[in-house]
């Protein structure tokens, strides 16, 4: 499931290539029927309204866009009904896979396979209204339904790209994405934020004496035991070698260290270090993390298995 940065331009490209398509068919359509002044009003409003989408998605929750989709898919089944003949009908109807596109790339499976079924529903409906055999009608739903799974498969495998294949943690690259995104939405919201990093005490010791074997049954059994106890909404990442790290939306600084401590404390047969930062507004993300760091190595010099609270920068 892609991140609001991505979007917001992704669906506003969408709706510029949906918009653009319907004043083609304006413009270079004919037929008995007359252009309707819906078609001829959706086209630029849908345009206005992906450049606006590109231009400022980024700041949008997450529930807008699937409005944006939702509705997408309604103004398809008015400009398709409004075709001023069968053939322009059904090269609107073309714009119904952009729906699949949008779904599978940016939302979760169940979520994506039913916009899929509202898309398929309004084209078998809308294009036989508008005099569309039912052959042609069937083959756009076969490839509508064939472009979801490609992009649902690519999504995957790019989903994938940003897990640890060895805990099923987020790793470096999921763990950076979500961290940029979620400062965002509390630089615009002033929301609390706080990030830990988590290293394992002595772990190259145990690489040396028991094997990397047993020093990879150790994450596992770290990521295990946190996974199921971190607060809801939070992402846990293996950020590297033994290293965790936990990001904490919606937690001031004392309240993150009240939680790692706690996750600390259930992982009693691992001797963990702990540094936590309290993002600050307008903090760039290199200085908050390099501060969650600092407390980390405090830490350690402090005697490890504890948790330190980073000062003000």
Known sequence: MATARVIGPVIGALYLA??????????????????????????????????????????????VF??????????????????????????????????????????????????????????????????????PVVALAVVMAAIGLVVATLARRASAASLDGLTGLANRRGFDDALEETVRIAGRTGADLSVALVDIDHFKSINDQHGHAAGDELLR?????WLPRVPRGSVLARHGGDEFALLLPAHAGPAALAVVEQLRRAS??????????????????????????????????????????AEDR
Do not use: N
């Open 268 to 309: 009693a047969g691992v001797p963990l270090s702990i540094g936590v930062a309290e993002h600050e507004p307008g903090e760039p993300t290199s200085q908050f993390m390099r501060r969650a760091d600092s407390a980390l190595y405090r830490a350690k010099a402090a005697g490890r298995a504890r948790s330190v609270l």
């Open 66 to 135: 699937h409005l944006l989709v939702f509705l997408g898919t309604t103004l398809i089944s008015v400009v398709v009904y409004t075709a001023p003949d069968p053939a322009s009908a059904m090269a609107l109807a073309s714009i119904y896979s952009f729906v699949a596109v949008a779904a599978f790339f940016l939302f979760a499976l169940p979520v994506a396979s039913a916009y899929l079924v509202l898309a398929l529903a309004a084209c078998t409906v809308v294009l036989p209204m508008r005099g569309v055999p039912a052959g």
């Open 18 to 63: 949906g918009g653009l398509a319907v004043l083609t068919v304006v413009a270079f359509g004919g037929g008995a029927r007359p252009v309707s002044p819906a078609l001829v009003a959706i086209g630029p409003v849908a345009m206005l309204a992906g450049g606006a989408v590109v231009r400022w998605g980024h700041h949008l929750p997450r529930s």
């Open 221 to 225: 059994t770290v990521a295990d035991e």
